[in-house]
């Protein structure tokens, strides 16, 4: 069964500062990777999205994460964050047939 | 720009009771998708549906879950009988035409509160 696992339930960081937010899955079979942004009292926005080639995935927003299929993982990262990127951010994956597997959520809150 | 619109966003209800939850997906997708999220908890899967009829379901959508696409423009979620642990935010999705890994576009939720 396939499953997501976000390391960290809070990231605190500054304005500026450089951040990753960690995901790791397992699946059996081929996987699809997306990471989403909820910010309060919206619905989900896709950031972005692996489903084949290039490892290095770029999104919205300044947002990039890396497809390590050895290691599982599927980091979310961006080198210099802004107060408006305060929100929680939604490891998921999916098999062929659209439902996404979602994680816990991780807590992106940027400080001046 | 398009969007995924859901309606109530907020209901209370007693349980026991029958609840409706409507979503308009964005008009020519073909995917739609409900799921939940307990407060606190992880969002999770509960249906999607293609073509008229579901595709797949998850474990927590049991005979009191049914969904619907009444007409051209809705697509509803119905629990017939509510629990206490019924309460979540409700969110409904929607994705294209290029098949199901197409960007899932959420609605806003709706928050259903079983007392």
């Known amino acids: 069964a396939q499953s997501v696992t976000q390391l960290d339930s809070q990231v605190p960081v500054f304005e500026e500062a450089p951040v990753e937010l960690r995901c790791n899955y397992s699946?059996?079979?081929?996987?699809?990777l997306f990471w989403y942004v909820q910010y309060p009292n919206q619905g989900l926005q896709l950031l972005l999205k692996?489903?084949?080639?290039?490892?290095l995935v770029k999104g919205i927003n300044g947002f990039e994460a890396e497809f390590n299929k050895s290691q599982t993982s599927f980091h979310l990262r961006k080198p210099s964050v802004h107060i408006s990127d305060t929100a929680e951010y939604f490891c998921?994956?999916?098999?062929?047939?659209?439902?996404?597997?979602f994680g816990q959520g991780t807590e992106l809150s940027v400080k001046p | 720009e398009p969007e995924v619109t859901q309606t109530p966003s907020h209901q209370v209800t007693q349980m026991g009771q029958e609840v409706i939850l409507r979503c308009v997906p964005i008009?020519?997708?073909?995917?739609f998708y409900w799921y939940r999220q307990i407060l606190g908890q992880k969002v999770e899967f509960l249906v999607s549906f293609y073509n008229n009829e579901i595709s797949e379901k998850s474990e927590i959508f049991d005979d009191q879950f049914s969904v619907e696409r009444p007409d051209g423009s809705n697509f509803t979620l119905k629990i017939r009988s509510t629990k206490l642990e019924d309460s979540a935010m409700y969110f409904c999705a929607s994705s294209g035409t290029s098949g199901p890994l197409d960007e899932q576009f959420f609605g806003p939720g709706t928050r259903l509160t079983v007392l």
């Open positions: 692996y489903l084949s080639g290039s490892t």
């Open positions: 008009s020519n997708h073909l995917y």
């Open positions: 998921a994956v999916s098999e062929e047939r659209g439902k996404l597997i």
């Open positions: 699946s059996s079979v081929s996987v699809y």
